[in-house]
C-alpha cells in the first residue's frame, strides 16, 4: 500500500482531518489522519504535505497541444497532444475532433481504440462537428460542415466504445435520426454551432441531447419573430434542467461576471469548465490549423492568449491553456472558491460522462487519480491511479 500525506486535501471539498490517502492496487483505498500512519508500517509513505492534493482533472473538450490535434489521427501527434495534457493534471479527457472527413474521424477513433496504452489519459473521443448550422461554424473549415446522413453516420457505429460525445446542432436535417440512435448506443450529444429554435431543442432533448458546448461561443441568443421576443440557445440552455454546460476556463471566451452567472443559474453539478485547447497550447504565438493539418489557419496571439480567426476580426479559434490553468485563473478573477472550481473541472464533467463513479473526486473506490499544487496553484506533479506521471511521459519529451 502507498500512503499520500497531503497537505491541504481537496475532495473536491476540503478534507480537516484525514488528509492522508491510502491507494492501492490503483484505487483509493482508504483516507486517515497523520497520527494513524503508525498502524500501517509496512506501506510506502510519499510527502506531499507541502502541497495542496485535489483530484486529477477530466476535460471533455480538448484538441491538441505542442502544434499536434487529436484530429491527426496518428499515434504520435495523438501522443504527444495527450502526455502534455497530462503531465498537467488532465488525467481524464477526451480527444476532440474538429470538422473534417469522414475517413479522418474513423482514423482518431481506431487509434485511440488500437493505442489505449500509450494515451492511458484519453477516455474516448468528441466529434465536435461537422453537423453544425452553416451560419455558426466558427473557426471550423466552413467547406467541411455538412448534415449527418445514415450512410455517413452508420460508418460510425463500429466505434461506440470510444466515441462519447459528439456535438451537434440539432436542428439541422438528419440531426434527430443520429442523436436518437447513437444515445442509445451510450453517446453523449451536445449543442452547439447552432441556431436552434426553443421547440427544436426540446424535441432533441426528448431524443437525448444532454449537454451543450461551450456557453456563449458559436451560440445565439433572443430574437424577435412576429415582434415576439424568444430565447434562443443561449437562453434556452441555461433555463432547461435536462441540459448541462461547459465554460472555456481561459478567462477570455467567458469573463469573470459572466462565469459566475452562468455558474449561478446552471450550478457547480451542471457546469463544466474544459480547456478547449488548440493544437497551439504550449507553443508561441503563430499561425496553427484548427483540426486536421489542412484545417482553418487561426492565430495564436500572446496579449491577451487566445486563438483567433485573422480573417473573421472577432471571431475566436479556441484557448491556448490546460484544464489546470483554470485553477489558478478562476479563483483570482472570480468568487468562486478553489474548491468550487476543482469540483467544476474534476467531478462535473465526469457526471456528464456518466463516469463520476470512477473518476472526478477523491472517494474511497475510485481511481486514485489527482494533482498536487505547489502554494502558487501551479502543477508540482500528477498521479495516475496512484503512479507518478512524469515517466509516462518521458519518451514524447515533454
Known amino acids: 500500500m502507498k500512503i499520500f500525506k497531503c497537505g491541504d486535501l481537496y475532495k473536491p471539498a476540503p478534507e480537516i482531518h484525514k488528509t492522508c490517502i491510502c491507494v492501492e492496487n490503483g484505487k483509493i483505498a482508504n483516507f486517515v489522519a497523520e497520527d494513524e500512519l503508525s498502524h500501517y508500517p509496512e506501506s510506502e509513505i510519499i510527502d506531499l504535505t507541502e502541497y495542496s ?96 446522413s445514415e450512410k455517413e453516420w452508420k460508418e460510425f457505429e463500429p466505434y461506440t466504445d470510444v466515441l462519447k460525445l459528439v456535438t451537434i446542432a440539432p436542428e439541422v436535417p438528419g440531426a434527430g435520426e443520429m442523436i436518437s440512435h447513437f444515445s442509445k448506443l451510450g453517446v453523449i450529444f451536445s449543442i452547439g454551432h447552432s441556431n436552434a429554435s426553443y421547440e427544436e431543442i426540446d424535441v432533441a432533448c ?100 487566445v486563438g483567433v480567426v485573422p480573417d473573421r476580426p472577432g471571431i475566436l479559434a479556441s484557448s491556448a491553456i490546460t484544464l489546470s490553468d483554470c485553477l489558478k485563473i478562476q479563483p483570482r478573477v472570480t468568487t468562486l472558491s478553489l474548491s468550487t472550481v476543482w469540483e467544476m473541472a474534476s467531478l462535473t464533467p465526469a457526471r456528464i460522462l456518466h463516469i463520476d463513479a470512477m473518476k472526478g473526486s477523491l472517494a474511497v473506490g475510485k481511481d486514485a487519480d489527482f494533482l498536487v499544487l505547489d502554494k502558487n496553484l501551479d502543477v508540482h506533479d500528477v498521479y495516475l491511479k496512484g503512479e507518478r506521471v512524469t515517466e509516462q511521459v518521458q519518451f514524447f519529451g515533454i
Open 206 to 305: 426528448g431524443l437525448g441531447l444532454s449537454h451543450a458546448t461551450h456557453v456563449f461561443s458559436a451560440m445565439p441568443g433572443a430574437y424577435r419573430e412576429n415582434y415576439v421576443l424568444k430565447p434562443g440557445v443561449l437562453e434556452t440552455v441555461l433555463m432547461r434542467d435536462d441540459l448541462s454546460t461547459e465554460i472555456i476556463a481561459d478567462g477570455i471566451h467567458v469573463g469573470a461576471r459572466l462565469v459566475e452567472f452562468v455558474r449561478r443559474v446552471k450550478g457547480t453539478s451542471k457546469t463544466a469548465f474544459i480547456s478547449d485547447a488548440l493544437r497551439g497550447a504550449g507553443c508561441p504565438p503563430g499561425i496553427y490549423a484548427f483540426g486536421p493539418r489542412n484545417g482553418k489557419q487561426c492565430r495564436l496571439i500572446e496579449n491577451p492568449r
Open 53 to 148: 492534493v485535489g483530484p486529477g482533472l477530466v476535460d471533455i473538450h480538448c484538441h491538441g497541444a505542442l502544434n499536434s490535434d487529436f484530429a491527426d489521427g496518428d499515434i504520435e501527434d495523438i501522443a504527444k497532444a495527450a502526455s502534455y495534457h497530462l503531465a498537467r493534471g488532465s488525467t481524464t479527457l477526451l480527444a476532440g475532433v474538429g470538422s473534417c472527413t469522414t475517413e479522418e474521424m474513423i482514423a482518431v477513433c481506431r487509434c485511440v481504440r488500437e493505442n489505449r496504452s500509450l494515451f492511458p489519459n484519453i477516455y474516448g473521443v468528441h466529434f465536435e462537428g461537422p453537423y453544425f448550422n452553416t451560419g455558426y461554424y466558427g473557426c471550423h473549415l466552413a467547406e467541411m460542415i455538412r448534415t449527418p
